[in-house]
């Protein structure tokens, strides 16, 4: 493991959930949800994403869960987390770019991304659906803002 997935991954620990989701706001087009979050606390944009997803699909179809961070003046480590229950109805096909290191707790997986200086960063969680029905859970940045996202599965 290199020197910067170890640091990333000693910054990894478990946490209780956080409470709340801090200020959301969101827009609805075309079956396809975008909400932007910030938690009270945000300093200077370090804490804002943008989530793009498909609110209805179809079982055993792609799709893909985006998230888009802001541009910052420094290199920055992200730690996303995403919750269990979500990923236990979804088959993960891939992500990009690269995770600099990933932790498994009993609640969440959180994994490590790095951005560049003055550059934003787009995640992509690409995945097909592992069961129909309604699948939800939750994501964040580990000690900031997080949003619920529920998804309708069709046969």
């Keep these: 493991m290199s020197s910067e997935a170890e640091a990333c991954a000693r910054r990894l620990e478990p946490r209780?959930?956080?409470?709340?989701?801090?200020?959301?706001?969101?827009?609805?087009?075309?079956?396809?949800?975008?909400?932007?979050?910030?938690?009270?606390?945000?300093?200077?944009?370090?804490?804002?994403?943008?989530?793009?997803?498909?609110?209805?699909?179809?079982?055993?179809?792609?799709?893909?869960?985006?998230?888009?961070?802001?541009?910052?003046?420094?290199?920055?480590?992200?730690?996303?987390?995403?919750?269990?229950?979500?990923?236990?109805?979804?088959?993960?096909?891939?992500?990009?770019?690269?995770?600099?290191?990933?932790q498994m707790t009993r609640d969440r997986v959180v994994m490590c991304f790095v951005a560049g200086e003055d550059r934003g960063l787009d995640v992509d969680l690409r995945f097909t659906f592992d069961r129909p029905g309604l699948i939800g859970g939750c994501l964040g940045l580990v000690g900031g803002s997080s949003v619920s996202i529920a998804q309708h599965v069709l046969p």
């Design 16 to 102: 209780a959930p956080e409470r709340g989701m801090g200020m959301v706001s969101s827009s609805i087009a075309r079956a396809k949800r975008q909400t932007t979050t910030r938690s009270p606390s945000a300093i200077a944009g370090m804490d804002e994403f943008l989530l793009d997803y498909e609110r209805v699909g179809r079982y055993g179809e792609g799709s893909v869960l985006r998230l888009r961070f802001p541009a910052a003046a420094q290199e920055r480590r992200l730690l996303v987390w995403l919750s269990r229950s979500y990923l236990e109805s979804i088959v993960l096909e891939s992500i990009s770019p690269d995770l600099r290191g990933v």
